[in-house]
């Protein structure tokens, strides 16, 4: 086993959870519905960048505090003394390196990462998820961007982005999941010793730091989250834009990945043609109207809007 070998291998060693997500979505055909606003996904389509907002404005920030939490309480209940044990012995000083640089970047964690979320659908659904849509549908028009998977089965390397399913659970869920881990790593020793410190100290703590991310309280399960994840301070990437814009009434700074091809990014595959399933215009007020407004939007990327549109007739009651 040379090196890079090794180091795929301790990348898979570290996200198991992670990797049969990924197997799941290949296998089912699985899509990606990115769902917002009808206004937001407009901007998305027109402007053929996907907005990442900091982790501290999303809607559900609490959950990463939850995350945090529960990382913590899976680690006292005898996973940190497991990994301290098994990276020590692979690289001296290498999990006191991993706490110190976690403890050195939380505050930077914390307040400066950047990620939008997207939902797991079956190809053969045309209504959406009724939780989403309580969320952003109604008289503000909610929309979902379905998209094909195939970004996850490219190099992104250069975007420096990272998709990252969700786990649904408390902190004995968290710790059966860090144990997979902890006796992974121990059990293939060797195999760390070969990576070189550097790496490996950065694969063990994007683990740790995905999982305060990407972990939610089980109530949230039937969300089936994944999140797109870009830390601009420490991973920035020249692809990336940033701009001052006003989501809900909120100035903030946003994150712009394109969905399309740039000059020295090669990847071909990366434009809304190819990326765009399809769009399901939410419960709302105007829905013909709105599905209108999309269809033309897609006739002035040159996407033929035929079969892309559809209107998720619920009869979602609304408050007021």
């Known amino acids: 086993m040379d090196e890079n070998d090794a180091i795929t291998a301790l990348q898979e060693l570290a996200f198991p959870y992670e990797t049969r997500r990924f ?23 027109k402007n053929k960048t996907l907005w990442l907002r900091n982790a501290q404005l999303m809607n559900d920030f609490s959950e990463v505090a939850y995350g945090t939490a ?34 050195k970047v939380e505050w930077q964690s914390r307040t400066q990462t950047y990620l939008t979320s997207l939902s797991a659908h079956d190809p053969e659904d045309l209504l959406g998820r009724l939780s989403m849509w309580r969320a952003y549908g109604g008289p503000t028009s909610g929309v979902a961007l379905i ?10 390397g250069q975007l420096n982005t990272y998709s990252s399913p969700v786990a649904y659970g408390d902190e004995h869920f968290l710790f ?3 144990k997979e ?21 950065s694969i063990i703590t994007n683990a740790l730091q995905f999982a305060t991310l990407s972990f939610k309280h ?29 989501v809900r009434g909120i100035p903030q700074m946003i994150c712009k990945v394109p969905l399309e091809d ?13 990326l765009l399933d399809r769009i399901i215009i939410g419960p709302c007020v105007y829905p013909n109207q709105v599905a209108w407004a999309f269809q033309e939007i897609l006739r002035g990327l040159n996407i033929d809007p035929a079969g892309k549109i559809s209107i998720a007739a619920i009869p979602l009651r609304q408050q007021g």
């Open 262 to 274: 740039q000059p020295g990014l090669n990847m071909p595959w990366l434009n809304l043609d190819r």
């Open 176 to 178: 059966s999941n860090l």
């Open 23 to 45: 197997q799941e979505v290949f296998e089912k055909g699985l899509k990606m519905a990115h769902y917002t606003t009808a206004e937001n996904a407009a901007l998305i389509l």
């Open 181 to 201: 881990v902890a006796d992974g790593l121990t059990a293939n020793i060797d195999t760390i010793r070969q990576v070189p410190f550097q790496n490996a100290q």
């Open 70 to 103: 529960c990382l913590i309480g899976a680690l006292q209940m005898g996973i940190g003394a497991q990994l301290e044990t098994t990276l020590n012995s692979a690289h001296p000083g290498l999990w006191n390196a991993i706490a110190e640089f976690i403890n």
């Open 218 to 246: 089980p109530a949230f399960v039937e969300e089936q989250e994944w999140r797109v994840i870009h830390r601009p301070l420490s991973d920035p990437s020249p692809y990336i834009q940033t701009s001052i814009e006003t």
């Open 147 to 156: 998209f094909n998977t195939e970004v996850f089965e490219n190099d992104t």
